[in-house]
């Protein structure tokens, strides 16, 4: 894996240059046609991490439950009886990424601890009632969908109580 220039200070980056700084490729197109399409960096996509603890008190918060509810992991053990907030859930996660790309991210939901073993199995027996749907997988979710994801899952635990 080569470097990336996100992970250093930009001074220290100019530092080590001694402020001689060659003229990029890119840097030609935006003289000659003003501007530049740039692609977001592959070393920057925005993985599946936890909600910082005030991310998850404003999503809690938005959801209605109580954050002490949702103190410990995993957050969701069992699935409510409510179905339809069960597939509302999952038609999202196969809109954003396919049919692989929500089975990919509930696999990586209960790795982080959101999810049992038994309630991702229960979601992917739920998968059945949802539309077949391809898609670009894990790496179609960014991080809000991430987040959004997080709050259904504090929507569920609340209505599973």
């Given at each position: 894996m080569g470097l990336d220039p996100n992970d250093y200070d930009v001074e220290e980056l100019r530092s080590i240059t001694d402020g001689e700084f060659p003229e990029a490729g890119f840097e030609r197109r935006v003289k000659e046609y003003g501007f530049l399409w740039a692609?977001?960096?592959?070393?920057?996509?925005?993985?599946?991490e936890d909600p910082t603890p005030e991310?998850?008190?404003?999503?809690?918060?938005?959801?209605?439950?109580?954050?002490?509810?949702?103190?410990?992991?995993?957050?969701?053990?069992?699935?409510?009886?409510?179905?339809?907030?069960v597939l509302d859930w999952l038609e999202f996660l196969v809109a954003?990424?396919?049919?692989?790309?929500?089975?990919?991210?509930?696999?990586?939901?209960?790795?982080?601890?959101w999810l049992t073993d038994d309630a991702e199995t229960d979601l992917r027996g739920y998968m059945l009632g949802v539309g077949r749907r391809d898609g670009d997988g894990l790496e179609a979710f960014d991080r809000a969908d991430h987040l959004l994801s997080f709050a259904y899952v504090a929507r569920l635990a609340a209505l599973a109580e």
């Open positions: 692609e977001p960096s592959e070393f920057r996509a925005l993985g599946v991310q998850r008190r404003r999503l809690m918060e938005l959801e209605g439950v109580d954050p002490a509810a949702l103190s410990t992991k995993p957050y969701l053990e069992r699935l409510p009886e409510d179905d339809d907030a954003t990424g396919g049919n692989e790309g929500a089975l990919e991210a509930l696999e990586r939901y209960q790795t982080l601890g």
